[in-house]
């Protein structure tokens, strides 16, 4: 009875399409991201592009993430609701640079208040430290500033060999910079705040880490590389590298 075949049919059709109501939940990321507390930051998404650069962390609920000079907690609040109630957000600032940025460590206190997994560390050392073994340690726009004078000048490396020391085995270090020009290395942290993507890649590797992934987001072709990050031409909108790497297994 044809009738009866496509009654049939149609049953099996609906047996295989989900329901409305059966639908996917909002993953951790996209719940984060609608965190109504940061109805003041989201004005910043469309520049900032954070789907797209937390997506790097592979970050799931229960993890710790160590977030490298927060600055106004932008990132910390999307880490906080990603990992959720058992997880853990450390913001860390070094001492040398809290001293520049108390207004910060100030907002990530009165954060921390707010959200219940995250702890702000102000350390004592320039050498990058965590109270236990951590999933993930993300530096946005930082990495060329232990170069600087104002940090006493430890120098990248140190803080591409602490991170390897502080991550879990397959953990991940993200990096993200403003970008110098080819062939410039890192003789542009201390005047124009910015430093060579393959000298991230060369610091990291003899730190112990691997690339395994890159994000091209934040890149912009207008910029010259060559002028200061906080140059109105550029300020907000510098070419910038997101690198992942990870710590092997063993």
């Known amino acids: 009875m044809p009738h009866a075949k496509s009654l049939a ?12 109501s059966s639908a996917a939940p909002p993953s951790s990321l996209a719940r984060a991201l609608a965190d109504p507390a940061r109805a003041a930051q989201r004005g910043t998404d469309a ?27 932008y990132w910390t609040r999307i880490f906080s609701k990603v990992v959720g109630p058992k997880g853990r957000v450390y913001a860390v600032w070094p001492q040398a640079y809290a001293r520049e940025a108390m ?39 930082n990495f060329h500033d232990y170069n600087d004078k104002f940090m006493g000048s430890p120098g990248s490396l140190s803080l591409a060999r602490a991170a390897f020391h502080i991550l879990k085995p397959g953990g991940l270090f993200i990096v993200i910079d403003h970008a110098a020009a080819p062939g ?11 430093i060579e993507r393959t000298t991230v890649i060369r610091q990291s590797a003899a730190a112990g880490f691997r690339l395994v992934g890159e994000s091209q987001v934040l890149r912009n072709p207008k910029d ?16 910038q590298f997101a690198l992942k790497f990870r710590k092997p297994l063993r």
């Open 47 to 73: 520049r900032r592009h954070p789907a797209k650069l937390v997506a790097l962390t592979d970050l799931k609920p229960g993890q710790r993430i160590l977030d490298l000079i927060p600055g106004d907690g």
């Open 184 to 194: 410039h290395g890192d003789r542009d942290t201390e005047s124009l705040h910015r």
């Open 224 to 239: 010259p590389l060559t002028i200061k990050v906080f140059d109105p031409r550029v300020r907000g909108h510098t070419s």
């Open 9 to 20: 049919a149609a049953f099996v059709a609906a047996l295989l399409v989900p329901s409305l």
């Open 103 to 141: 207004g910060n460590v100030q907002q990530l206190q009165a954060i921390a208040r707010q959200y219940g997994n995250v702890t702000v560390q102000v350390q004592p050392s320039n050498i990058l430290s965590a109270p236990e073994p951590l999933d993930v340690v993300w530096t946005a726009d």
